[in-house]
């Protein structure tokens, strides 16, 4: 099921903050009673802000009544996450199988309840379907009651969640921090899309700031699987794998990075999206999460990477750290495993040793891969041909990169013989075709014709007359008719001549009348091209 019909929204809108979750609706789960001040620290140990309490509305359908696939799993990954959050400090609410209108008054009554507290932070979970219309422009969430648009659009526009009605929900609230995380495919359309940071920013007094941020774990028009993998990797992320300077905090960004990177890494054919909300007042701050489970910042050691390539990845044990040129990134000490990588050259990896609060440093020159691929170069004459690689799918394009092999070109212009050629390209190899058609010979001068006819006065003081065709022999023989359209006045005035008659007046029409007009003549030749002439006709 894809965005563009049954999207799959096993949606966690988990980082600065969600919104919604309702009470007095179908299926309430009992509230965890841990709802507990979070203060957050930047390096310096200074206290850059905190959250008072912490609430989620994880929502899931797994249960349609009105022509959707039911989602099974859905229950079970809602339990995930609510613990998951508890561990956090979250105070979280379930809600299973919602209708529309149970749906949004849960929005709504969450929002009541908690999101006018500034010191709050809010976050909504939803697992069920998605929809989208318009190519992409509009999207929906899609709860229990909500019609199969294929079968009744009308009606399950009127009872879906159209994601404008969010974005809505988020402006509402007025608590610090509000995430929405959507495991699902998604347009992105209803947030500003943020290209995320080889190296997420530190804990700062920015941090503090308002933000609505949203992580999606696709993009419109991709696959969602039938069991997700977004829900698992969101557990690991927010286990501490997600931390990637080792401070013994995730943000929102750092938890973007994470998700974005790991669950293209399974292949699912998902291209995890990150943003925050279109409105400058609610886009600076950053979601926290505070790693309980982590070692005391004074127990980590310190790495810097300095490396002849700038912006290489930097990963500890599998856990990207930053990008080169890399300063004092936290380190969990004792024996791990440090890898630079760049696309383009071989990676390094290295064993060390790392003590609580030492600093190490490396400098390392990473080397060029040896190239595997070549490039192919063809020029044309005439130039501006059209080229074709006929043995691969991609259109060819100068320059385009080719496995090592052997390819099939074809060369083609109007006017010029097409040509084609086998090419070999080796890897590392820029290979250069030059290839030069021959233009096909014009056809042989059009034939001449010209006109004539002959008139004699008639005793009723009317003409008899005589048209024909002229030419020259050779010229004569390549007609297989001739057409001729008279005045209107005349019965059926257009008249086909196929015999060419002898002497020199070919393909003659004879008639009588009282008065001159120009004739039109369509001469057909054998071999189905028309010259087209026209004869004044004269009786003097």
Sequence with gaps: MGCSAYLRWMGVWILTVLFVAGLGVAAWATPSDRAIRVLINDRQGSEVGGYHESHALLVGVSDYTAGWPDLESVPGELELVATLLQEHGFKTQRLLNPTSVELRRAV??????????????????FSGHGHSRLEGRKGYLVPADAPDPTVDEIGFV????????????????????????????????????????????????LTSRPVRQFISAGSAGETVPARSVFVPLLIRALSGSADY??????????????LHREVLSYGMGQTPQYGKIRDPELDEGDFVFRMTRLRNTEELAKLSVQSNVSGARVLVDGVELGVTPLAEAGVLSGQRQVSVEKSGYKSYVRSMSFEPGRSASLSID???????????????????????????????????????GTYHLEISSVGWETQTRWVSVDAGEDKNVVVSLVEIQSKATQPVFTTGNTAQLAPDKRWDWTVFILGSEEDLNLIRCVEYTLHPTFPNPVRTVCERGKGPHAFSLSTNGWGTFRIQIRVLL???????LSHQLKFR
Excluded at 112 to 125: I, Q, V, W
Excluded at 396 to 404: A, K, R, S, Y
Aim: with cysteine; net charge neutral.
């Design 158 to 205: 009127q009872k879906a969640v159209e994601m404008g009605q969010v974005l809505t929900w988020a402006k509402r609230i007025e608590a610090k921090h509000a995430l929405f995380l959507f495991d699902s495919c998604f347009s992105g359309t209803v947030f500003k899309a943020r290209a995320l940071p080889g190296s997420p920013p530190h804990i700062s007094n």
């Design 108 to 125: 709504d009554e969450f929002i009541n309840r908690y999101g006018f507290n500034p010191s709050n932070r809010l976050l909504l979970f």
């Design 245 to 258: 300077d080792r401070d013994g905090y995730v943000t929102g960004t750092e938890l973007g990075v994470y």
């Design 366 to 404: 990473l080397q060029p891969e040896p190239p595997r691929t070549g490039r192919l170069y063809v020029d044309t004459l005439p130039q501006g041909a059209r080229i074709r690689v006929l043995n691969i799918v991609p259109a060819f394009q100068q320059g385009m990169e080719l496995d090592p």
């Design 526 to 532: 054998k071999d189905g091209d028309p010259v087209v």
